[in-house]
């Protein structure tokens, strides 16, 4: 109950604060990973839900300081080596920065040290969001990320990872996955408005209970009790966490909403400037991506 009663007052306090940085530095990223990112199937490709049902509407400027979720409002620290690899990035001629000098190295965003490989097809450039359901800052980059899907080049994949700092955490990213086993990803927007509109954490006070309130809300959308305890104790969705969280760890996950632009580039809205601002840099970065 204690688990339950933070998380409610974390998801309120969440609307007003502008950072939720996890406490414990996870470990360095390793220079291989244990499992493909783009194995994730399920998240890689999610079928096109309807729109989501956006929060109040705030400026741009507003969603930019405001637009990261951690659990304890602590600074993200960037890693010691990276700074030798944004001097050398910085030492380029203005056209031989990524994207043609357009967006500035450890301004807009920061390189991954050391850079992570990915398993998409060639020719493909993997983009992962980090997220998390109870965080107001992802729900409402939504719609942006949403849209972008929708119109973003054919060589990018798009993988959505949820964070798993701690239970409560987990037991969304939990959630996250079963409604994808399930192939109801249309019921994450809905997930996301049933947290954050209308205050219901979808967590128990054990994971036992917790399966019991999720089942309960999935009924009420289509989706049978022993259908959706199939999913949630499935091997795939078993298996989706630990990836997920093999992914967080290598790259290092301290808030969220966070894009990782094939393994080199990790930015956020703070850093873009606005939503619209983060989806171009991703275009961007991705198209220079692309032509490499």
């Known amino acids: 109950m204690r688990r339950l009663l933070g998380l409610a007052a974390l ?11 996890h406490k414990e530095t996870p470990p360095a990223a390793a220079s291989a990973p244990s499992t493909p990112a783009a ?33 304890d409002g602590a600074a993200n620290e960037k890693p010691e080596s990276s700074d030798v690899s944004l001097e050398r990035m910085a030492a380029l001629p203005p056209d031989a920065q990524l994207p043609a000098g357009r967006w500035k190295p450890g ?5 991954v040290v050391p850079e992570q490989p990915t398993s998409v097809a060639p020719g493909m450039v993997e983009v992962i969001e980090f997220i998390w359901l109870g965080c107001p800052h992802c729900y409402a980059l939504e719609p942006t990320m949403r849209a972008w899907q929708k119109s973003k080049p054919a060589y990018i994949q798009f993988v959505l990872v949820p964070v798993e700092w701690d239970a409560a955490h987990r ?7 079963t409604l994808l086993a399930l192939g109801r990803s249309d019921l994450i927007d809905e997930a996301f408005d049933t947290i954050q509109q209308q205050r219901n954490t ?51 996950v ?3 909403p966070q894009i990782v632009i094939n393994g080199k ?28």
């Open 11 to 21: 998801l309120v306090l969440g609307l007003s604060s502008c950072s939720c940085a």
């Open 39 to 71: 194995a994730m199937a399920p998240a890689a490709a999610p079928a096109t839900p309807p729109p989501t049902a956006a929060l109040p509407a705030a400026s741009e400027t507003e969603q930019a300081t405001g637009g990261q979720e951690s659990p």
């Open 107 to 111: 301004v807009n965003y920061d390189p």
């Open 171 to 177: 037991a969304h990213a939990k959630l996250l996955y």
């Open 202 to 252: 979808l967590i128990g006070s054990d994971d036992a209970d917790t399966l019991r309130i999720e089942q309960a809300w999935a009924a009420q959308r289509g989706v049978s009790a022993a259908d959706f305890a199939n999913a949630y104790n499935s091997l795939l969705v078993s298996t989706n966490l630990q990836r997920a969280e093999d992914l967080m760890l290598r790259y290092r």
């Open 254 to 256: 301290q808030s969220v």
């Open 265 to 292: 580039y990790v930015t956020d809205v703070a850093k873009a400037g606005s939503p619209a601002n983060l989806v171009q840099l991703i275009n961007d970065l991705a198209a220079s991506e692309h032509r490499h």
